[in-house]
């Protein structure tokens, strides 16, 4: 059913690769003479986006060096008749495949295929020459993109080389969402020269921070109110810049430009053609939209049991309890602390036989510590040789997670380790009898900087550019680039770690339970709603992270993720009483809704705080409560249609101009509005507005 057009086109081509970053160089900061009569400052675009542009470095790359006053814009950019690119030589031809006619060379002939996928959407891909293969050893690429109308690249800014791969494309009006995972202090992006990065971490939310999953998906409501879609299915390191021409820079360091473009015409049937293109949300059983409760460090089973008592002594609804790790003993996965939570089994037991579910996490690390013949989720795995190895595709990866010591780290690309970790999961059950899983850590975190001994000075490990990323590092608190999993390269697999650990905990925990599988994923990809569904991270106990998980939860449905929550009351720092009952009062409607909290803080349950706070605590879940069978329809709808389950008002109300930039209050489905309190010492609902990075402003 596939319509395919080949556009060739070989002609004018010039490769261009960035030299590694100059650091510790400053910016110039005199005004070029040169400046006057050059492109307007928002229509520039970035030709040194790493650090340490200098005027020198910058004309040396044939760029255009001017100073600016205008926050972030860039002050190295390309000219408009840029000496890099291609240009269209050939004509459309209309083949079986997207291959026909195309030499294999490695002369980087670009050529492009354009697929034309039912009505509504369209699909292109760019290929480049020296990817290893046979098939990619051919170049397909773009010509005219806007084939895909709505979506206008010129030729001119395109940049092809092996590590290094760059488009631009112009978009029809700045109304824009989406891209993740990041903090992102508005749901309307602000595209005054903003950069955020992709590459999945281990990070608490931070302004511009790349987090745990990768997302290049974008929703931009055009002038006309007609909205398209974005996907740059890519899972290498990368970065996209926000200009104010609008236009969108999407920067890669492998694999190839991946374009899909869904046409809409309004932002419900861009998620629906998305996630029906990526794989449409999984059903989430009826008890996972109750309330549910966790917490690091409850420490013993006497405190959770004291927890539990509490909620059901002031009768808050309550449907689900989770054990961070802490339930383990010594932080090793497939146990259980049979001093501190001796008893953990038949608690279990008890609680479902209230009618409760409970949730266990798992991180994906395994101790190679342990004695020889003592802890059979090592010594299965190194017999079956599931892990990710080092360089040398032999020998196991080693870093420091939570467990003492060492431990390697399962490589679920693997079929084998689907098999080995379906098999824990299994056993398990007979001892801890879950509903569900928690798998958390899997970016996969890592506590040094690339596995021991360290990383190899090679491009794999250190890339001529590296994207904008925290620590400007891509081992960072992760593995080395050019380990290697059974997927490809770390380098190429990394941000798809989450992603791959996800489908096979589904099935095991189907599976394990013979019902309708629960997990709960920390890192996640495209396409990962299909089998899991995600909290938005180590949040931090502030008004203003209370606000911006209402934006994350907005985003995640986009993403086709709609099973998706803030940790309420904040995880890291001590919580108040009234920004944890406001939070309360928020979280009773996040489509996942559970109070979650970090080691050491204060508890915040709740039942803790009294009487007072638990009525009202009580009455919010209530209402969630008594909407459920509305709920469950819209996750129902969205299973099956792929529809969002928490929407914008924007996603409902696209002509009214002024919805597009609410991001304070949120719908479910299209017919119930949530309008929380977001402000300290506040009891009315404010205008609010934002400033770029800073708090938001109220009038
Ligand atoms: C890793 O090494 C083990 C043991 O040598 C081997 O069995 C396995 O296939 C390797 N996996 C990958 C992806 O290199
Ligand atoms: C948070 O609360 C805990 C327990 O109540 C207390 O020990 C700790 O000092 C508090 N932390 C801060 C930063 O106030
Ligand atoms: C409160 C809150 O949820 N804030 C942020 C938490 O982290 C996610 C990303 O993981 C952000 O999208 C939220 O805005």
Known sequence: TYILYTCMLISHI??????????????????????????????????????????????????????????????????????????LSGNVEKTAKGHAGLAPTWVPVL???????????????????????????????????????????????L?????????????????????????HPSFKHSMDFATYGMFSRDQSPAPFANLYGVHPFYLC???????????????????????????????????????????????????????????????????????????????SIDVLKETVDRMHYYDIPYDVQHSDIDYMERRLDFTYDKENYAGLPEYIQQLKEEGMHYVLILDPFISKDEEPGTYKPYDLGEEMGVWVNNS???TPAVGKAFPDGHSVFPDYTNPRTVEWWTQLCLELKDVLDYDG??????????????QYPGCADNDINNPPYVPSISDHALAQKTLCPDSKTYLGEHYNTHSLFGWSQTAPTFHATQKATGKRAFVLSRSTFVGSGKHGGHWLGDNFSQWKDMHQSIIGILEFNLFGIPYIGADICGFNYNTTYELCLRWMQLGSFYPFSRNHNSEENSEQDPAVFGAEFAEISRETLQIRYSLLPYLYTLFFESHVHGNTVARSLMHEFTSDQQTHEIDTAFLWGPAFMIAPVLQEASTVIKKCYHTRIKEMNCA
């Not at 006057?36 to 790493?50: A, E, F, N």
């Not at 899983?437 to 690339?450: L, Y």
Request: aromatic share 14%.
């Open 221 to 299: 409501v055009e002038t006309d109110s007609n909205a398209h879609g974005v996907l740059l299915l890519n899972s290498n390191a990368q970065d996209v810049s926000l200009s104010p021409n609008p236009s969108l820079t999407f920067r890669t360091i492998g694999g190839i430009l991946d374009f899909y473009v869904f046409l809409g015409p309004t932002p419900e049937n861009v998620v629906q053609q998305y996630t029906e293109a990526i794989g449409r949300p999984h059903m989430p059983a009826y008890w996972s939209l109750g309330f549910q409760l966790s917490r690091w460090g409850y420490g």
């Open 392 to 394: 040398d595709g032999v």
């Open 159 to 183: 940049i092809f080389s092996n590590q290094y791969l760059q488009i631009t494309t112009t978009v029809p009006s700045t109304s824009v969402y989406g891209f993740g995972e990041h903090e």
């Open 111 to 157: 050529g492009l295929a354009v697929v034309f996928w039912r009505l509504c959407r369209c699909y292109f891909t760019i290929l480049c020459p020296t990817c290893e293969g046979e098939d990619k050893d051919i170049t397909k690429i773009i010509i005219s993109l806007s084939i895909c109308h709505r979506w206008d690249a010129s030729l001119a800014d």
């Open 14 to 87: 010039s490769f261009y690769f960035f030299p590694g970053s100059v650091l510790g160089q400053s910016f110039c900061s005199g005004e070029d003479p040169r400046c006057s009569g050059d492109i307007p400052v928002k229509r520039r675009i970035d030709c040194h986006p790493q650090p340490g542009a200098s005027q020198e470095n910058c004309e040396a790359r044939g760029c255009t060096w001017c100073s600016t006053d205008v926050l972030n814009a860039p002050w190295c950019f390309f000219p408009e008749d840029s000496p890099y690119g291609y240009s």
């Open 437 to 450: 899983f928690w798998i958390d850590m899997n970016e996969p975190s890592n506590f040094e900087r690339g």
